[in-house]
């Protein structure tokens, strides 16, 4: 599920970028918050490693495609949206198939006639289902389109030469952007303590006219992008974040290629897997042995988020940056 991307579109709906800088402004100094301790700027080294974070879908001496935080959280949306959607259009269906074949057949029978209480429920309860439609539609399916029947996936693209960053999103959730690396700032904390960094992910953040839209239109509001596969500690998050920064500063040779890339196939054991979430590695530690136990008792809800994961994939389409993009930098 896009919650992320959705909940930051939404935010820019409540407020106008103006009122948004205002806001920011007085929760600055105020009691209670903490201070942010971001880089100075893109160019500010955080960690002394780097690491991949199991997140990239493509690596070369151009750019770097990324995922984001979103891949494993999707598919009870599409079990129970997708559900109740079947539960409106099976019955519309049969419900019109039987009126039509029932009405033509009477219509032109002489021996078997319809009365006027048949036309009555052969052409009501068509009606009826076409209305929990067309609620349905209205209602309900904008948020089934958060994980199916849209784009299988959001990929940020990190190209050293251009030194752009290119947001592949659908529409309804911003677009496609083309960002300006030089003028992004990340939204990370280095002094974070490890358990700040459990289950983070990075947040590269621009201002207003920072980037453009596929048309060349400077971007007129705040933009975002959610980087990388929740990591186990504030460690692994301050290195990936690194990993990104030095292939974009000082090129490949700083960040070497992954051991393995994503693969973008729907592969029905990749989406179980997602719904697994075990670290396996946690198998070294007797102590926590306990989460495989846990996990094993929780079999059945993985089996149905595993096969409402891999339906959500099957719903979707493979998204493809335009031609110019592909082309950049080359």
């Known amino acids: 599920m896009y919650l992320y991307e959705w909940g930051f579109q939404w935010s820019k709906k409540l407020m106008t970028y103006e009122e948004s800088i205002e806001a920011a402004k007085k929760r600055q100094g105020q009691p209670g918050l903490t201070e942010l301790n971001a880089p100075d700027g893109i160019q500010e080294s955080v960690s002394k490693s780097v690491y991949d974070n199991d997140s990239l879908y493509a690596y070369n001496d151009t750019y770097i495609d990324l995922r984001t935080p979103n891949d494993e959280k999707r598919g009870l949306i599409t079990i129970f949206l997708g559900g109740i959607g079947w539960l409106v259009f099976y019955p519309l269906v049969a419900t019109a198939y039987i009126s039509i074949t029932r009405i033509f057949a009477g219509f032109y029978s002489v021996e078997d006639p319809i009365n006027w209480s048949e036309y009555f429920f052969l052409i009501g309860f068509p009606l009826f289902f076409w209305g929990m439609l067309f609620i349905y539609l209205k209602y309900a399916f904008r948020y ?34 083309i960002m ?61 974040w690194e990993y990104i920064r030095r292939y974009m500063e000082d090129g490949p040779a700083a960040a070497p290629p992954p051991k393995k890339l994503i693969s973008k196939f729907p592969w ?13 590695r946690f198998l070294q530690h007797s102590g926590l042995w306990v989460f495989v136990l846990i996990n094993v008792l929780l079999l059945p809800v993985v089996l149905i988020h595993g096969t409402g994961h891999w339906l959500s994939l099957l719903l979707c389409y493979e998204p493809r940056f335009p031609r110019v993009i592909e082309e950049a930098g080359r």
């Open 268 to 280: 029905p054991w990749n989406s179980f897997k997602a719904a697994w979430g075990l670290d396996t």
């Open 144 to 177: 089934l389109r958060l994980e199916s029947f849209t784009a299988r996936r959001i990929i940020v693209r990190f190209n050293r030469i251009t030194r752009k960053v290119y947001l592949l999103r659908p529409k309804y959730l911003g677009g496609i952007r």
């Open 180 to 240: 300006d690396w030089d003028k992004a700032e990340v939204v990370i904390d280095k002094n974070m303590t490890e358990l700040d960094g459990t289950g983070g992910f990075v947040i590269v953040a621009w201002d207003k006219s920072n980037g453009a839209d596929q048309q060349g239109n400077p971007t007129d509001d705040m933009e975002a992008a959610f980087v990388g596969k929740p990591t186990r500690n504030a460690s692994e998050l301050l290195a990936f």
